[in-house]
C-alpha cells in the first residue's frame, strides 16, 4: 500500500509538471478560463448560499439553547456562529460539500474524454493535452472559492439573523452585537487562504484521476468516487496543517 501510495504520488507531480506550462495559445486560454470560472465557481453559487443560510440558522439555534448558563453574556450566540462560519464552516465544510460536486465533474468531463479518445486525438496533434484541458480548470476554481468562501461567511451569518428576526429564541440586538464583539480580521483572511489550498487540491486531485481512467463508462464513475473521497481526505490533512501555521 506504500508503495502504491508513493507511486501514485510521483505520477501526480510528474501530471502537474504536465499542466503548470505555457500555454501555446493565450487567447484559447483565457476563453477556457472564463467558461470554467462559469460551469466550476458560478454554477456553485446557488448550493453554497442554500447550505449556508441552513448552517447559520442551525448553530444559532443550537447555540442558544445550549448556552442557558445565566453566567454567560446573551451575545455569545452571535459570537459563537460567527467564529463556526469563519474558522471552519466556510472555508473547510464549505471545500468538502464542493469536493463532491466540483470534483466528481471534473473527474467525470475529464475521465470521459479519455475513454472516448478525445485525449489521444490532442496527443496526436502534438497538444499537450494536460495542460490544455486541466490548467484553465485549476486556474479558474482557485480563483473564484474564496468568492465562494466570503460569500458563505455573509450568507451564514444572514441565517443566523433570521432565526433572531423571526423567532424568539433571542433578540436581533442580541445576535449583532455578538458578531461585531471581539471581531478578528485574521480569521477572514485565514479561511480564505485555506480555500485557495483546498480548491487546488480538489482540482488537480479530480482531474489526475480522470486524466488516468482506463477502460469504459464503469472506470469513470469509479475515478469520481476515488477523486472525491482523495480530495476530501486531503482536505481534511491539510485542514490540521494550516491549521497549526496559521492560528498558533
Known amino acids: ?24 495559445k ?9 467558461t470554467e470560472i462559469s460551469q466550476l465557481g458560478l454554477d ?3 448550493l453554497v448560499v442554500i447550505i449556508s443560510i441552513f448552517i447559520g440558522a442551525v448553530i444559532a439555534i443550537q447555540m442558544t439553547i445550549n448556552i442557558v448558563s ?26 468538502l460539500i464542493l469536493a463532491g460536486k466540483v470534483g466528481s465533474n471534473i473527474a467525470s468531463e475529464i475521465g470521459t474524454m479519455r475513454v472516448t479518445e478525445q485525449i489521444d486525438a490532442m496527443e ?31 450568507v451564514g451569518l ?20 455578538g458578531i461585531q464583539s471581539f471581531f478578528n480580521e485574521w480569521y477572514v483572511w485565514y479561511g480564505i487562504i485555506k480555500t485557495v ?3 487546488y487540491i480538489i482540482a488537480t486531485v479530480a482531474a489526475f484521476y480522470g486524466y488516468y481512467v482506463k477502460g469504459g463508462a464503469l472506470e469513470v464513475g469509479k475515478a469520481s468516487t476515488n477523486a472525491v473521497v482523495a480530495s476530501s481526505i486531503l482536505i481534511l490533512l491539510a485542514d490540521v496543517i494550516l ?4 492560528l498558533q
Open 26 to 34: 493565450w487567447k484559447v486560454f483565457f476563453k477556457q478560463l472564463v
Open 124 to 154: 496526436i496533434m502534438g497538444i499537450n493535452s494536460a495542460n490544455f484541458i486541466v490548467l484553465p480548470k485549476v486556474i479558474g476554481f482557485v480563483l473564484f472559492v474564496p468568492i465562494l468562501c466570503v460569500l458563505s461567511m455573509f
Open 1 to 24: 500500500m506504500i508503495t502504491s501510495s508513493i507511486k501514485t504520488f510521483g505520477r501526480y507531480c510528474l501530471f502537474m509538471t504536465q499542466v503548470f506550462r505555457r500555454p501555446d
Open 243 to 246: 491549521t497549526k501555521l496559521l
Open 70 to 95: 445565566p453566567l454567560v453574556p446573551s451575545y455569545s450566540t452571535g459570537l459563537a456562529t460567527r467564529e463556526i462560519l469563519l474558522l471552519e464552516f466556510s472555508s473547510t465544510m464549505m471545500c
Open 197 to 199: 489550498v483546498f480548491a
Open 158 to 177: 444572514w441565517g443566523g439573523w433570521l432565526v433572531a428576526e423571526f423567532t424568539t429564541m433571542l433578540t436581533v440586538e442580541n445576535y449583532i452585537y
Open 44 to 46: 456553485s453559487i446557488p
